[in-house]
């Protein structure tokens, strides 16, 4: 499909209706943000947070933002239907990275009482999506979260904590800041994203400078989330990957996209500047390897969603090893031990 007309709609529950500005919940706006350039002591310095948000905040700014949201949206609402298959209500809930409100638009006020919206870019909370839920925009750093313990009872990210320099410190944050039984959602990039422009930029960079330097950020493996969120204090986990595919007309209308998304790589080993011919050769190299029948060329989003809950006491535990009164070897004879109008046929 090609870009800008947007992604496809996958068959799912019905969201909140847009609502006029006046029936809006009360917005309440604080500050929560980090100083500038601080990181934590124990962490890798990868990413340049002053940058991402700058970045955040010129996207935020541009006169048709909404033109550049089709992925951010879809992963959004791919979030809301997982919050929708638990079954209960959540008082207050965090949407941690949350832009221009990608989750909270597709949410109602039945599902959730109130709603906390933190970003590090103010200019993304002043122009946020309208929603019926009432909402607290907050300005703070997912890296240094300014909530008490045991505050929020539903916490969901969306495409945001890949740019986290200290991964392990910010979901041991979010298990801090939910209530017992409380449940973490959240979705960030796959390893294997847009590996078509990766590679493509690797080749021409390669054939005409004679080498070749990163410029797609890291990304986190889905092999490492499980263990993430399980030394983070969470239980009852769930990890599963899926992938989005976008055609574009070209290698650039690509690179603007990303721009637009406020996804541009901010990695402090980034290469500054690619010359011109280096350009032209990775584009070229692009539709060579990629091209669709159309002539457009495929750039594919791999995306994680991971969920996680609190530890309390209520929720189900697997029995004590030893505690079984039926081995695997007797699980043949089990017909056995039915009545005749149950047994398996």
Known sequence: MLRPAGLWRLCRRPWAARVPAENLGRREVTSGVSPRGSTSPRTLNIFDRDLKRKQKNWAARQPEPTKFDYLKEEVGSRIADRVYDIPRNFPLALDLGCGRGYIAQYLNKETIGKFFQADIAENALKNSSETEIPTVSVLADEEFLPFKENTFDLVVSSLSLHWV?????????????????????GAMFGGDTLYELRCSLQLAETEREGGFSPHISPFTAVNDLGHLLGRAGFNTLTVDTDEIQVNYPGMFELMEDLQGMGESNCAWNRKALLHRDTMLAAAAVYREMYRNEDGSVPATYQIYYMIGWKYHESQARPAERGSATVSFG??????NLMPPGKKSQ
């Open 330 to 335: 007797e699980l043949g004879k089990i017909n």
């Open 165 to 185: 320099n200290d991964l392990p410190r910010a979901l041991e944050q979010i298990h801090y800041i939910l209530k017992p039984d409380g449940v973490f959602i």
